[in-house]
Every structure is written in C-alpha cells, then in structure tokens.
Nanobody, 111 residues
C-alpha cells in the first residue's frame, strides 16, 4: 500500500520560511519523481515543483528562486524548502507520486 504523508505547514508571516515534507511508504522516492502542487482557496490545483528520479528539478515561475525541492534517501522523504514566503503562497500543499496523493498540509502566510 502506497502512502504519502505531508507535514510542516503552518501560519507564518510574509518573509518567513517553512519546510514541508512528504514522507512516502510503499514506494521509493529515490527511484521515482515526486511533485509538489498547491491549491489556494477557490482556485485550481497548480504545479509547484518536481524532483525527477535522476535528480532533475523544475519549478513553477511564481516560486523559482524561493523554493527548493530535495530528497532524503534515508527517510524516503521529499522536502520543499520555502523561503521568503508571500501571502500569495497561501494554499494547501500536496505531494504526488505516480497516481498517489497525500492529504495535504496547509500553509497560511499573513502580510
């Protein structure tokens, strides 16, 4: 059974940082790509960042230069380091591996 569990969300002020984690079980993040998406209130879910199984990364334009996606092989986790957060980053953040999704973690950035 494959499970993805996100954690690390919270309420922060603009300019602060947060690190989200997506812990996988049942599949290895070392051999598969993992993608972060986010869904703001009343909006569609959109792409944030992806880490391919060979280590390549790609970021959405709105987070480029502020967010960093990385992998921890030891814990089978993919992290999303988010710096210089803005109110526009407020959303529920989801991780995705193949057809599997986590339950999401909420990030709220106050101005």
């Amino acid at each position: 059974q494959v499970q993805l569990v996100e954690s690390g969300g919270g309420l922060v002020q603009a300019g602060d940082s947060l690190r989200l984690s997506c812990k996988a079980s049942g599949r290895s993040v070392s051999s598969e790509g993992v993608t972060w998406y986010r869904q703001a209130p009343g909006k569609e879910r959109v792409f944030v960042a992806v880490l391919g199984h060979l280590g390549t990364t790609l970021y959405g334009d709105s987070v480029k230069g502020r967010f960093t996606i990385s992998r921890d092989h030891a814990t089978n986790t993919v992290n999303l380091q988010m710096n210089n957060l803005k109110p526009a980053d407020t959303a529920i953040y989801y991780c995705n591996l193949d057809v599997y999704w986590g339950q999401g973690t909420r990030v709220t950035v106050s101005s």
